[in-house]
């Protein structure tokens, strides 16, 4: 088996957070983050060393958007997690991933797998 891949988390909930990174490592991912906010998640965006994102689009500090425009021009794949769906999206990101909350560990893994090829 290779180098675990690495998902960064940017997600405004602790407990949600917690029960993603949780998913992740028991489908042998490794996690960067989590990041609660969206100024340090633009920090960890611009450091990179992970292999995609998962990003909560209403964060308590504003909305994410921003931080998928840093991972986009970096060429790091994302999706959005939301309670909405898609058509919680902004019109410019309304073509992105979309991984519906609450999260089931099957739909994490799938999402991925679509995200990561």
């Known amino acids: 088996m290779g180098v675990a891949r ?24 490794e996690v960067a983050g989590p990041a609660f906010r969206v100024a340090p998640a633009l920090v960890l965006a611009g450091e990179g060393g992970f292999d995609a994102a998962i990003l909560d689009v209403n964060m308590g500090d504003g909305e994410s ?8 021009a970096a060429g790091i794949p994302y999706l959005f997690a939301t309670g ?34």
């Open 6 to 29: 690495r998902i960064l988390i940017v997600e405004d909930e602790p407990i949600v957070a917690i029960a993603l990174q949780d998913m992740l490592e028991d489908l042998g991912y």
């Open 84 to 117: 909405y769906g898609r058509e919680g999206l902004a019109a410019g990101h309304a073509d992105a991933m979309v991984l519906r909350k609450p999260y089931r560990e099957t739909d994490v893994a799938a999402a991925l797998k679509l995200l990561l090829g």
């Open 65 to 72: 958007y921003c931080v998928a425009d840093r991972l986009k």
